[in-house]
């Protein structure tokens, strides 16, 4: 009965700490995505979810049906994910990287990218690494945009964890 009680109050508590936000479920997946309230969908060929900002942000979730074995082998791991880091950055012309890192999101592989384009916009890019498919968020982000929000959207990308 406590547990319950509390499993209800952070639920509560959660729900207060994001209550202008939406939560995206995207299909044939089980990852979700949080958002803030002012985005609006935006549909796109090829892309499983689009949204749009009023200040100009983009979002766009994209599925890929690969087989990732080895992003789950810690042998192969690190160099997996810099192949996909290489088509990434090779993706975003001229781009300059600013940040990466490797994670564990809710257990699977996740590689994070940021990247400034030659024209001032930065590109956040997340990429949900599961065994027989990716889930890729990318956020563009105009110029002189802050990453606070990019940054938050990215690590609400994931599955939801176990209770």
């Known amino acids: 009965m406590i547990r319950r009680l509390i499993a209800i109050g952070l639920v509560a508590l ?19 995505l949080r958002l803030p309230s002012t985005f609006t969908r935006v549909d796109r060929p090829g892309v ?3 949204f ?33 880091e290489r088509g990434v950055l090779a993706s975003i012309r001229g781009g300059k990287q600013l940040a990466r890192s490797v994670v564990s999101a809710a257990g699977i592989p996740t590689l994070d990218l940021e990247v400034r ?14 065994r027989t498919y990716a889930l890729g968020l990318a956020i563009e982000l ?10 938050a959207i990215v690590k609400s990308f994931a599955p939801p964890t176990a209770p």
């Open 14 to 32: 959660a729900s207060v700490a994001h209550a202008g936000d939406q939560v995206i479920t995207l299909p044939r997946t089980k990852a979700t």
């Open 48 to 50: 499983v979810a689009g």
């Open 52 to 84: 749009r900002a009023p200040h100009g942000t983009l979002v766009a979730v994209t599925r890929s049906r690969v087989p990732n074995p080895d992003a789950w082998r810690a042998k192969t791991r690190d160099a997996y994910l810099e192949q996909i």
């Open 142 to 151: 105009p110029r002189k945009a802050t990453l606070d929000e990019a940054r």
């Open 117 to 130: 384009r030659e024209d001032g916009a930065t590109i956040v890019v997340r990429i949900l690494v599961f």
